[in-house]
């Protein structure tokens, strides 16, 4: 017999399926766009991996690019660019409690602090006698093309959340780092490679790890995040084609997401269905682009033995020589990253480690992009998430403790006045007392000699005008430029 009420039982069940299928299509789609980030805020939208920001840069920049050498683990500033003659006088005598007293210092409280003394010789080069120690031979050759800051400051004494503050402005992590602050702003100058390119090497004592979130984009659309290339085998992973499949048939894949993804944006209008666009077009891309990169078969022989250079070895010199050659093809901003600089023992025998591994390669950089034009309009910058204490510390040999109140990095080329040294510690190397320099008025510089005002360079995010000099007071060093 017919039953009505089951009919209408199964059509009702058969109408709900119908149509909630779209509703529960559409919840999966907004969980799958969350976990993806593609739900996140919406900011500006580009359409090309080149553009940069409407009205910048807000002046005429001095430099194109910034090729940021991190010398990761913090190498000391009291064997390299800052000799105290009177630490050295007091070497092994109990180290001035006024100094540190209520001082954050890692992994010496409460022991009896001991001076240690320069464990190698210093001697001045260049017109205007800049001292540089015997540990960096290579670096004295350049001392008239480099600008040395001897008064540097940080905020944070361990190694993670320095590097987070030196690279982001702030210990928060998951903020911008100023790669892609610059990449954002700026754009890059190449369609066939990433404008922001990370690169790592290896060598010395207690190599600290580095995560990627040191080059991520935080609240800025990810297209614009460091893309690390590996040191060894593929450069990038993923990048090469299935087995069988030909570069036609990845091309018309490709244009078919592309298609879908720019139909949903039509809707949605989300930056970071954007950046997925980017993404796949710039894989295929680098499919071709990143094999030529990194093919050292057309440098000359004179170049790589300068550098030291061997494709695919990973090493500090390959990979300065790889940054020259992302230079000229357009990245905008080249991050190297050397991890062996944490002596808290045996400082003498891995400085000569780290230097006999970075000092010759550093200068085969400066020297090639000044020998090809290139240096004028690129900012390098050398040195580490912080410095080392004026300390005694004993690990395997005399080493020295993490240091935030007082070190040196230098900068070349880009608007930077070579030949000079700006700022100095004490006669202890302790805490820095003339010209000091903040991290933030590094940053405010470098986007500065980029054309970049940074009081005028922010997003808005959770309801603040974040920037990468922060809200405290940052200054442009203007004395170091030219």
Known sequence: ??????????????????????????????????????????????????????????????????????????????????????????DGKPFPESYTKGQPIAQLQGRDLKCQGPLTKFRKYGENGQEISDFLPWTAKIADDICIVRSMVTEQINHDPAHTFMNTGTAISGRPSMGSWVTYGLGSETEELPGFVVLTSVGGRNPQPIASRQWGTGFLPSRYQGVQFNSTGDPVNYLKNPAGITDPQQKELIDAVRKLDRFRNQSVSNPEIDTRIAAYEMAFRMQTSVPELMDLSDESKETLEMYGAEAGSGTYATNCLLARRLAERGSRFIHLYHRGWDHHGGLVRYMNTCCGLTDKPTWSLINDLKSRGMLDETLVIWGGEFGRTPMFQGKGGAGRDHHIKGFSMWMAGGGIKGGISYGNTDELGYNSVENIVHVRDLHATMLHLLGIDHKRFSVEFQGLDTKLTGVEEARVIKEVLT
């Open 1 to 90: 017999m017919f039953d009505f009420n089951q009919l209408q039982t199964h059509l009702n069940r058969r109408t709900f399926l119908s149509r909630s299928g779209v509703g529960l299509g559409s919840a999966a789609l907004g969980s799958l766009l969350t976990r993806d980030g593609l739900a996140a805020a919406q900011s500006k939208t580009v359409t090309t991996a080149s553009d940069g920001l409407p009205g910048l840069p807000h002046f005429a920049p001095k430099a194109k690019r910034v090729i940021f050498l991190c010398m990761a683990g913090g190498p000391t500033h009291l064997e390299t660019f800052d000799y105290k003659p009177k630490l050295a006088e007091m």
